[in-house]
């Protein structure tokens, strides 16, 4: 079958394109004519309109920056809010020669060199033409005067009233709030420019920038018309700003005062958690720092001071301090070995004062040097006998042991709403062959056993492995807001909750931890002593320095800054747990003895009433204390 | 009598020798006195609009110059010879904007130039501008016209790729000029009514749909704004406001050269650059703006007589497409100033100060001038 054959028809195709020229010239004529009808809108019937705004007058949009919202801890109490501040600004393309004007200002107000360099700085950050750029802040009644008096000398400079972050409680929230500052070029580059158009400052660490969205709010602004020296005659439009969220902390300022009050001027950290919903109920990291300081623009002097300190204020030491977490992770080893099934409750190993590994000549020593003899899952962790989970960690073996570490949050970030939290370590084979190119001995699986080695964890996530045993392994992410405009944050990445093959095991650690409280043998049992309620808890000590095999820890050989950190994880009432407590004191050497009486303390604070009395409200499962020496 | 026949016969001998004249160096007579006055004006308002700099008018007199030159080389090559090397010029072009893509210079922020230190340095999309009509004039020229759907499946192809990797970079308006001139070749081609209605008829529905189903809040924001930039106006509002108040105190007769207030005072952004019309309309007024608008109306409807005149298929769909994008410049650039249509990134042809778009428009009038003059039966005319 033959295909018709194809001609081009050039007469044909010259008519096709002849007629579609025909409708381009149409088209582009209706549509010039759209453009002169247009600007005949424009620049006829909306003349007056236009040429009043351009004749003498300007328009101007200016934004109005959105008032940020205030935090509040869980009972009301104000932690940030704005206060009214004066500052001075000035606006380039008014001030004629603007250098010259900021030598009057100098000169006015008897400032440094080194402010005018500030200032120079500060004017080149002003980011669109006729926008006015604060240079100086908190100016004093004298200042305002001196400006006033000299104003026919400094054109384009006003003083403005605007608002500034206060914290009125100082110290107390420097490490979980944080603190704002100046915007800096970095973060200029990745903020939204036209909703911080009229916003200088944002939050630099903590709650105020972990929240920085919710708190700024939504700018608003302003299409003013002003006239040739920059005064505004009157508004033509305005957009009102939508304020920022405010937010309300679980923290409770009154047991926050009292954890502090505990470490008694040691340095430290106090993390307090509500076990059945997450919420922190005090962070304490001491020592602390004023963080209004920040707020308007810190002196280098008074930084470098903070920063130099051989105490370390600035150093949050309960997200980012990392630690071994010693024998405080005994619990959470005892739970591996009982779900793994290489241990029951009744199984016991005895203890000669130390472990060795078969075919390996190496003592791993017990602290108790005598040795505890038989020892069973409820004596190992009352005594916190090292022999015991040597071997035990032996028998789980790393990549079980690693495992379960990790649903417990070590070498993970557990916070839900924390700023630049530490991940810690959690060693396992995988790790130890990226890292250091080597492969894992088993000796350090030993020494993982009773918290030590390779492993490091921040305060928090000590707090958190304990509030998933109080809680029998049910995961709620610590979180410090509790409410965002009246709605709980959400967990948009949840950890998957511990599930035991039996979980009665949960119940047989606990009994473990108590008896270091209640038990006559107890490690901790001096901090029990009158307690209103039963405690569970377990003692740590995390090394500074390595000690050599064979030799003895001893205290006066050793520099104050090189002692041991001592370590305390406890939660109560044991039964029906209503808070978690972790601490770290920085070289307190022992974890029962200088730890565990500040965990007591906080505790009492939180469960007791003024009189001493266990609140009702924690009574209903609360069981007469026990001293009594069951064991014996 | 006979002196008189003489006289008539003589003077029409001259007409005939000064277009044979031009003819012969292939430059048409009415598109250069056009842009001539163009580019006297252009000068008198970049002027005023770059506050007095006679720094950026030199400049721009040199693009300018550089931009006849190449204009009149381009007209001297024969339409065929040039559509020879279109296809090899398009795979250069592409591959070019490929590696614009890849190791680009980044230059204001958005990826589009080609460096090569000392040596050159150039935005290959510029280049696809005349490329891109081209490649698609003499794809269709050789079909059978209307294009069939398969052809016109291929020109799609081959316009798509250069516009994603040009909006790639992310230059919009000139990615839409780009868009523009491959589909004003498949409109002058013939392209069938029903499917131009029936594109647009289901471009509607699928709008419909991914505003509501497929997108975030902050992309509908980002539409919101660009389609209505006055809800912006401390972002590219502020420009419209700035624009529009410019144009508007202008009035009628304007301010006057030189007194334009909005303009000198650092109110208008890129006053001399892609928001020109605004120092325009305020210091010449409607009448300026209109005065202009002839000009172009000029141009445009040479470029339309050309492509009626042209003898082969591809130059009559080349020089279509040119003169027809050649108007989009000038509707959306005076569009978007006068705030009927969003924001985008395209100069006012000849007036705007930026050398590459000159270079670009001179070159393009350059292939006009040569589809124009290279016909076989000049006595048609």
């Known amino acids: 079958m033959s295909q018709p054959i194809r001609l081009k028809d050039h007469e044909k195709d010259a ?39 351009s004749e003498n007058n300007r328009v101007h949009v200016q934004p109005i920056p959105p008032s940020r919202g205030l935090i509040y801890d869980r009972n009301g109490v104000v932690i940030a809010d704005n206060r009214p501040s004066f500052s001075l600004s000035m606006t380039r393309e008014r001030s004629g020669d603007w250098t010259q004007v ?150 409770d300022i009154q047991l926050q005062e009292a954890a502090e009050a505990a470490l008694a001027g040691r ?118 006998n090292d022999t015991y989970f040597y071997d035990l960690a032996h028998k789980v073996g790393i990549d079980r042991l690693s495992a379960y570490l990790n649903k417990f949050g070590i070498g993970q970030k557990v916070s839900l709403d924390m700023f630049e939290e530490s991940p810690g370590l959690m060693p396992s084979r995988d790790w130890k062959r990226v890292t250091r190119r080597q492969a894992w001995f088993p000796g350090e699986t030993l020494i993982l056993g009773i918290g030590q080695g390779y492993m490091q964890a921040t305060p928090l996530q000590l707090a958190q492995a304990t509030a998933l045993v109080a809680n029998k392994g049910k995961w709620n992410r610590p979180h410090l807001a509790r409410t965002v405009e009246g709605q709980k944050p959400v967990d948009k990445n949840p950890m998957p909750d511990i599930v035991l093959r039996d979980p009665s095991d949960w119940a047989k650690v606990n009994h473990g931890m108590q008896q270091v409280m209640h038990g006559a043998r107890g490690t901790a049992r001096k901090a029990a002593i009158g307690a209103q309620y039963r405690i569970a808890g377990k ?58 009486p500040v965990v007591r303390q906080v505790m009492d604070a939180w469960l007791l009433d003024p009189q001493g009395h266990l609140k009702p409200e924690y009574a209903s499962n609360a069981q007469p204390p026990e001293n009594a020496a069951r064991e014996e | 009598m006979k002196s008189n026949f003489d006289r008539i016969l003589s003077s029409e001998d001259v007409m005939r020798r000064r277009a044979t004249f031009l003819q012969k160096i292939h430059v048409d007579g009415p598109l250069l006195i056009l842009l001539l006055t163009l580019a006297a004006g252009s000068l008198f308002v970049l002027y005023s609009a770059s506050g007095k700099s006679w720094d950026l008018l030199i400049k721009q007199a040199t693009s300018f110059g550089i931009g006849l030159v190449s204009m009149f080389v381009i007209a001297q090559l024969e339409p065929r010879f040039m559509a020879r090397w279109v296809p090899a010029a398009y795979v250069i072009g592409v591959l070019l904007l490929v590696a614009v893509d890849v190791m680009g210079h980044n230059a204001m922020g958005a990826t589009r130039w080609i460096n090569i230190p000392g040596v050159i340095r150039f935005q290959p999309s510029e280049f696809m501008k005349i490329i891109m009509p081209a490649t698609i004039a003499w794809y269709l020229s050789k079909r059978t016209l209307p294009p ?71 992309q509908k924001q980002r539409i919101l704004t660009f389609l209505d930039p006055e809800s912006d106006p401390l972002g590219t509002g502020w420009n419209i406001i700035q624009s529009k108040a410019a144009i508007g105190s202008g009035g009628v007769f304007g301010k006057g050269w030189l007194m334009g207030t909005q303009s000198h005072l650092d109110f208008l952004p890129e006053s001399h650059t892609d928001f020109i019309i605004a120092v325009l309309g305020e210091e010449f007024g409607l009448v300026g703006i209109c005065a202009l608008l002839l000009i172009y109306l000029l141009l445009i409807g040479r470029g339309l007589v050309i492509t009626a005149q042209a003898q082969t298929l591809y130059g009559k769909l080349l020089a279509g497409s040119l003169t027809m994008t050649f108007f989009v410049y000038v509707f959306v650039n005076i569009g978007m100033v006068s705030g009927l249509l969003p924001v985008v990134g395209v100069p006012l042809p000849f007036i705007s100060y930026g050398g590459t778009s000159l270079v670009t428009l001179l070159s393009a009038f350059g292939v006009l001038m040569s589809v124009h003059t290279h016909r076989k039966w000049i006595a048609q005319v």
């Not at chain 1, 001893?554 to 209503?578: I, M, N, T, W």
């Not at chain 2, 029936?198 to 975030?216: E, I, Q, Y």
């Open chain 1, 539 to 596: 003692s740590g000590t995390a090394q500074v320095v390595a000690i050599r095999q064979g030799e003895k820890y001893d205290r006066s050989k050793v520099q104050e800054r090189h002692r041991d950190h001592a370590l305390f994880v406890g939660f109560a009432p044991a039964d029906s747990p209503k808070i978690v407590v972790a601490v770290m004191i920085e070289n307190g050497e022992s974890g029962s003895g200088v730890a565990a």
């Open chain 1, 267 to 384: 340095r430290g950290a106090v993390v307090a958690l509500d076990p059945s919903t997450g919420e922190v109920l005090a962070m304490v990291s001491q020592p602390s720092f004023d963080p209004n300081l920040f707020v308007t623009g810190i002196s280098f002097k008074a930084y470098s001071e903070l920063r130099d300190s051989v105490d370390r204020p600035l150093f949050n030491r309960i997200l980012r301090g990392l630690y071994p977490p010693g024998s405080t992770i005994k619990p959470a080893v005892a739970i591996a070995g009982l779900d793994t099934g290489v241990i029951t409750a009744s199984t016991r190993v005895f203890d000669p004062g130390y472990y060795m590994l078969p075919n390996y000549d190496h003592k791993y020593r017990n602290w108790n040097r005598t040795g505890d003899g038989w020892v069973d899952l409820d004596t190992a962790i009352m005594r916190s």
């Open chain 2, 148 to 218: 069939h759907l398969k052809h016109v499946a291929v020109s799609l192809g081959l316009i798509g790729l250069p516009f994603i990797l040009i909006v790639r970079q992310p230059d919009l308006g000139t990615s839409l000029l780009i868009l523009a001139s491959g589909t004003f070749v498949l409109f002058m081609a013939g392209l069938r009514w029903r499917w131009i209605i029936s594109v647009v008829a289901a471009a509607v529905p699928v709008a419909v749909g991914m505003w509501f189903f497929f997108m975030h809040d902050y």
């Open chain 1, 102 to 251: 900021l030598d009057t200002i100098v000169q006015v107000l008897e400032l440094t060199p080194d402010d005018r360099i500030i200032f120079e700085k500060r004017m080149k950050q002003g980011r669109r033409p006729f926008e006015p750029v604060p240079i100086l802040f908190e100016l004093t009644e004298e200042q305002i005067a001196r400006i006033a008096v000299n104003q026919f000398r400094l054109p384009g400079v006003e003083v403005v009233a605007q608002l500034v972050r206060h914290y009125p409680q100082g110290e107390h929230f420097a490490h979980s709030v944080g603190y704002m500052g100046r915007i800096n070029e970095k973060e200029l580059k990745s903020l939204d420019p036209v909703n911080y158009s009229g916003t200088h400052h944002m939050g630099k660490t903590g709650i105020e920038r972990f929240y920085e969205p919710e708190l700024h709010g939504q700018v608003g602004y302003e299409e003013v018309e002003t006239n040739a020296r920059g005064r505004v005659l009157r508004v033509l439009k305005r957009t009102d700003p939508v304020p920022g969220k405010d937010i309300v902390l679980s923290l």
């Open chain 1, 15 to 53: 008519r096709l394109v002849r007629s579609r020229v025909v409708v381009g010239a149409v088209a582009v004529v209706v549509l010039i004519c759209v453009l002169i009808a247009r600007l005949y809108f424009l620049q006829v019937i909306q003349y007056e309109y236009h040429s009043t705004l």
